[in-house]
């Protein structure tokens, strides 16, 4: 037996699910990955690589350290699972920043711990971005003002998320949301909670089970003039979102009869 068998053994238990069933959602026969538990067999890379994304646990941790000695949620914060991330330097030693297309957003779930995948992202550098690595992610959507679609949001890579603070504004890169801006409100034992710029959208919470990836704010693209109503749009909103909130209290006043 190996650390490796003995972590997908437990990890499978966690899950309560079978070999066959943990086979399944691997792609591949129960006796294969039989072996695997049982030590009789390595599996290769690209299989390697499946079973940590499906368990959101790092290559590293699985084939290091003895993943049963710690609380499983201690493990899935940052930055311990973990695979450092490489610091590229154009030829002026200028931080290179990998570009997340807006196209491709939605497959960056997939691709962030691809190391082709990031290699084939482009690139830019900005000198006044120093002593960290950075990443560029598309706005979407108008939760956070100024941004808008088409701009992008450079973070810098937080490896603890004990290095979250209040107030402060961060990319998080979640399994169910994927990639999201958001203020942080609140830190919490098993999750965090997270709120948009624009008022219209109510808070919410992030169970840290689900963060793959934390970017603080630290500058921001912006390929276009903002419109003059850019935003009154959004004051508009705030407008909508004051009167739904008078008319519930309204409603709480009125009489059960003349509801």
Known sequence: MSIFSDNIRFLRAQKNLSQQEIADKMSMSRVRYSKYEDGRSEPPYEILIRISKYFNVSIDLLLTVD???YPLEEILKLPDN??????VVDKLGNNSIEIVPQKASMGYLSGYSDPEYIESL?????????????????????????????????????????????????VFVTLNDGISYKRLEAKKEKSITVAADNPFYKPYEIPLGEIV??????????????????????????????????????????????K
């Open 213 to 258: 990836e934390i970017w603080q704010y630290a500058s921001g693209i912006f390929p276009e003039d903002f419109e003059p109503d850019h935003f009154e749009h959004y004051n508009l909103k705030d407008m909508f979102l004051e009167l739904r909130k008078d008319i519930e209290k309204l409603n709480h006043k009125l009489p059960e009869n003349f």
């Open 82 to 87: 973990r695979i450092v991330l490489p610091v």
């Open 67 to 69: 993943i049963r000695k």
């Open 122 to 170: 482009q690139r830019i550098s900005l000198p006044f971005l120093t002593h960290g690595k950075y990443r560029a992610f598309p706005a979407q959507g108008d939760s956070m003002p100024p941004f808008k679609d088409g701009s992008y949001i450079i973070g810098k890579y937080i490896e603890n998320i004990e290095e979250l603070k209040p107030n402060k504004s961060y």
